[in-house]
């Protein structure tokens, strides 16, 4: 049960840590996970966002892009098969402003479409929605953004407006599907001031604990975005309204559809 590859307590305590918070689905940051760690995504129903071992990716020659294919090749015959897997992840915070970005990442969406069309893709950028060379490729775009830590270190009072207009600018720009992948800031080690939730609620109080978590919660606040609406552990696609079109807003993502 306890090895030291493989610990099949600890990834089951990780799997009801998960259901505990409310949420139903993960991200494989940055590479692809054990097989029974699928298997439990697979038989628990948690949806899987799977990624491929591609970090702050630079350099775009022919012998990395031939070896993104290959990784990519192995990861999805590997699981492509499993209920659990809804998308897969090409990199994350690769360097995309680059302009031989474009070409290579074209490529790469190319190959996994060849593999398998039944799923969207995505990439995990951590640059501006008006330099990004790779965004225009995927299906859905995914970032990450540290308000308050990276940039305007301290100042959370930013975090709402800048998430919100920077959300919005993707979407307008791109006009596709939008999921913040990761967001936080930094602590200090041994303070605590403030409980965990309520630290939360006082820095972002329009986000609840969940990765696809919507959010009557910044309606009643009044956060000011024409496209907020949902329910909560919703799925990407649905609505109460079939004419409508659904911002999540989550303590992990944004997703924006038109």
């Known amino acids: ?10 990834v089951a305590k990780d799997y009801n840590l ?11 940051s940055h590479y692809p996970y054990a097989e029974e760690i699928m298997d439990f995504a697979d038989r628990q129903g948690i949806v899987v966002i799977n990624e491929c071992p591609s970090v702050d990716t630079v350099g775009f020659s022919s012998i990395l892009l031939q070896k993104h294919k290959d990784s990519l090749s192995e990861l999805i015959r ?7 897997v809804i998308m897969w992840s090409i990199a994350n915070e690769a360097r995309t402003h680059l302009p031989a970005a474009g070409p290579y990442f074209k490529s790469i969406v190319e190959h996994v479409k060849s593999l398998d069309q ?32 990276y940039t305007n270190p301290g100042r959370t009072n930013t975090i709402v407006n800048n998430l919100i207009d920077e959300v919005q600018n993707w979407h307008r720009n791109f006009n596709k599907p939008i999921i913040i992948m990761e967001y936080g800031a930094d602590t200090m080690p041994g303070l605590h001031l403030l409980n965990s939730r309520k630290a939360e609620c006082l820095v972002f109080p329009c986000l609840c604990p969940g990765y696809i978590y919507s959010l009557w919660e910044c309606k009643e606040r009044d956060i000011s975005n024409p496209h907020t609406s949902g329910r ?12 409508e079109r659904l911002t999540f807003l989550g303590k992990k993502d944004i997703l924006l559809e038109k």
């Open 1 to 10: 049960i306890r090895g030291k590859g493989l610990d099949y307590s600890l």
């Open 18 to 28: 998960i259901k505990w918070i409310g949420a139903n689905s993960f991200r494989t």
């Open 118 to 149: 039944s799923r969207p893709v995505t990439i995990v950028t951590a640059r501006g929605s008006n330099e990004d060379k790779a965004a225009q490729y995927v299906d859905i775009i995914g970032f990450n953004r540290y308000n308050g830590w």
């Open 232 to 243: 909560r552990n919703t799925k990407w696609n649905s609505s109460r309204n079939t004419s």
């Open 78 to 84: 590997r699981d492509k098969n499993r209920p659990s």
